[in-house]
């Protein structure tokens, strides 16, 4: 089952006050309603989703609509739902302001459908219902998006999103509206105001496993980056002490220059503080990291000049 299901599963079983159905049912109607002369015809793939549609038409309006499963005609054949209803639909379609009194529809619902902040957030999770996805925190990216066929409905939808600073944009996709978000912290913003607080759940720890697991990453790639330097360095070291050994000899260097170029080399892949600890515990001569970087220096500036 996707996330995505999950979410709609869940919010699917919130109790709502009447006011807060008509508004989830107007926005499910709206978004996902298709009107003929004799009933309205509303889709979905998730047997709940039906159910809930179902449940609010009966609870309001005291109306039986009808629920009729098909095969979908693509590859995966899945049920497909269709809520058929006929019964009082011209009343309906009017008290839910998706037509007016002359059998117009209304492009922007009107205000006494949203008069509340839970009247917009039923809305919204209506809306979330037909026409909305989510991907699982565990992918690659976070996304949550709408998919509407008129543009009226996506720009109403947005403006209710962004009242609760959702940062919700707008990109036309092949003749259809996408509102998307894709902000995590805005996502979990969302999933509090539909009511999926299991999801919220879900999806703070996976966000929470996630950010551990970069934090993790980024100090191994700082680690592997100082090894890597350690690396480079010893290699330049190695090669200023190999030319002078080549070309001036071991005792052109004084004793101390030739106790550590020994160490270098013998010692090829420490870091100068180990390096330091190894020289003063093995010669019983304390050396610090900033002495042994000095007599590099001093190393490195001799194999420049016969360099040159």
Do not use: W
């Amino acid at each position: 089952m996707s996330f995505t299901e999950k979410v709609k599963n869940e919010i699917t079983d919130i109790k709502l006050t009447k006011s807060e159905e008509i508004a989830e049912l107007s926005s499910f109607i709206r978004t996902n309603g298709k009107f003929f002369d004799e009933y309205v015809e509303i889709y979905t793939e998730n047997i709940k989703v039906a159910k809930r549609i179902f449940c609010l038409v009966k609870n309001i309006y005291n109306v039986d609509s009808e629920i009729i499963t098909k095969k979908s005609q693509i590859f995966d054949k899945k049920n497909v739902y269709f809520v058929k209803l006929a019964e009082k639909k011209s009343f309906i379609l009017e008290d839910l302001s998706v037509f007016d009194k002359d059998g117009n529809y209304i492009n922007m619902v009107n205000q006494y459908i949203i008069g509340s902040l839970d009247e917009i957030k039923s809305y919204i999770r209506g809306a979330f219902l037909a026409k909305g996805s989510i991907n699982d925190p565990k992918t690659s990216q976070y996304h949550l998006e709408f998919l509407f066929d008129k543009k009226d409905e996506s720009v109403m939808v947005q403006e209710l999103l962004n009242r609760f600073d959702l940062n919700a944009k707008i990109l036309l996709r092949e003749k259809k509206y996408m509102i998307y978000i894709k902000d995590s912290d805005d996502i979990s913003d969302f999933l509090k105001i539909i009511g999926a607080y299991q999801a919220v759940m879900y999806y703070e720890n996976v966000r929470a496993m996630k950010e551990q697991k970069n934090i993790t990453n980024r100090l191994n790639n700082c680690e592997q980056a100082n090894i890597d330097k350690v690396l480079i360095s010893s290699n330049e070291q190695i090669k200023d002490i190999e030319l002078i050994f080549e070309k001036l000899g071991k005792d052109f260097l004084d004793e101390k220059l030739l106790v550590v170029a020994e160490y270098r080399i013998k010692y090829p892949e420490t870091s100068l503080l180990e390096l330091s600890e190894i020289i003063s515990i093995e010669t019983n001569k304390n050396i610090t990291k900033s002495g042994l970087n000095h007599r590099f220096r001093k190393i490195k500036a001799i194999a420049e000049r016969l360099k040159s």
